[in-house]
């Protein structure tokens, strides 16, 4: 019932019946979703331009990170706030790697760092998916001796998922419910074979043909999955992107991605606030700052 409870309030009072989901199952013992909010940092630790993660030094970051977290707590006391790092472990590059994936892996050494990082905070850790001609088949299971760790979580890009073998960032890529659905599922066996709470699944989009099929996209309690509205831009872009392509088809669990410097490019050059972001239908319960 208190699982019920918090995700009616979470859809904020939305009437059209999508809000909240009414067929999924109660999560495992553990979920951390609905009942906190994530708000994470994400990059990538090679590159400043990747995200605010491998911008600043740990101590560094962390101060700001503590700034968001502090801030989301004060605007929702009634949801507590884990802190998390969302690193890109697998980059979808504009030139080739020796096998052709055009998808860059990053060294376990570096994999290890953002993990030392999050431990500074108390941080979960999500690792995420570029493939670029490579597939979620082939690069999740490259992750699995992290992804048994109680703390580690998966992210996948159908931005740089090129299944028409485009080049990565020359165009928008994307998924199928099927690919969205390996991942869940490979994350549930993980799951139910090493005894762990439930693992996050973030799915970013911010077009309509990044995901494709969603209705296909199964649901599992062991696994808990967001949809991340991953646009850059000014607000009233970034409100219709969330509206068209995350609140009009439902999955689950809703994120928003704020970008420090991209959504300030256009005028007004403004960042949403949390307080804005509470007002949206559903309110995002995983928030990421780029």
Known sequence: MAYRNKLEAIANGDTTGRWPIKKQPYPLKGAILPFNRIVAYYGNLYSKKMGVLGEYPPKELWKKLNIE?????????????????????????????????????????????????????????????????S??????????????M?????????????????????????????????????????????????????VHRFTQGMIRNYKNIKLHPEVQIVMNMDGWGEPVLKHDTYR????????????????????LRKAPHIMLTPADLMRLKPQPIYIQYQ
């Open 150 to 202: 109680p703390q580690v979580h998966l992210g996948i890009d159908p931005e740089f998922s090129m299944k028409d073998g485009s080049v990565p960032g020359r165009k928008i890529g994307t998924m199928d419910a099927s690919d969205v659905n390996f991942c869940s599922e490979y994350l549930a066996k993980i799951v139910r074979e090493n005894n762990l709470s439930p693992k996050i699944l973030i």
């Open 69 to 133: 977290v502090k801030a989301w707590e004060k605007i929702d006391p009634s949801t507590p706030v884990q802190p998390a790092i969302h690193y890109i472990a697998a980059v979808g590059q504009g030139i080739p790697m020796k096998d052709g994936s055009y998808c860059k892996r990053m060294p376990n050494s570096q994999i290890d760092s953002a993990l030392a990082i999050a431990k500074m905070g108390n941080a979960i850790v999500f690792l995420d998916l570029q493939v670029g001609r």
């Open 135 to 148: 597939n979620v088949q082939k690069e999740v299971p490259a992750l699995e001796k992290y992804l048994k």
């Open 244 to 263: 068209q392509y995350i609140y009009k088809e439902p999955v689950q669990f809703t994120g928003f991605k704020l970008f420090y410097k991209n959504d």
